[in-house]
């Protein structure tokens, strides 16, 4: 797969999953900023338009192997929008392979598709949307273990082109959570993964 990188090799590698009809170029943005002090690999996907609706995880399992060609340590996967099956599916067919998830912006449909395969994962979840994006993922109560839902402040339903600085905040938050404890989900702690209430207190933005 072609694969854009930024930021430094020695850093916890983060994978940067762009949406259905995009390519990695979506992640400009965040790349140009030199993503600090974490390593950025952004595959570009868009030969592989079917990716986002993986249903056996066959194609996830290809992404995970092709990526660890270039990188041995465990993945935190970012994905952007309708990306997220493919990132629930890369950390069920490869959990050794993947360290958490982070879901951005996801819709109301994409959410609701994820959740009964979310509840299976081992590894702990961020989800997080604009506060000015459409609410009607955030009005949804789904319990999903392990997994919070944060607000990002100022952005719309693009946070990754809206305010690249701020999806970079929210990668090194969850970068840093994996460090201190890297299965903060262990016993199982059920926290609301989609829901209003859940926004007021955001736990890694602004």
Known sequence: MPLHEAGDEQGA?????HRRGAGAEVWAP????GSWSVRLLAPDLADLPDLPGVSEGADAAYVVDSLRATERRALLVVA????APLAVEM???R???V???VLLAPDE?????VVERLRLLTVPVWAAAGERSDPGAASSSVEVPGARWLSLPGVGDEPVTEHADLVIDLVHGAVAELAATPRPQDGRRYI???SSEACVKPSLSR
Request: net charge negative; proline share 7%.
């Open 13 to 17: 590698p983060v994978v940067l999953l």
């Open 99 to 101: 360290a958490g998830l």
């Open 192 to 194: 609301t993964w989609v």
């Open 109 to 113: 449909h994409t959410a609701r598709a």
């Open 30 to 33: 965040t790349l140009a900023l």
């Open 91 to 93: 950390a069920l067919a």
């Open 80 to 83: 952007e929008g309708d990306a």
């Open 95 to 97: 959990p050794e392979a």
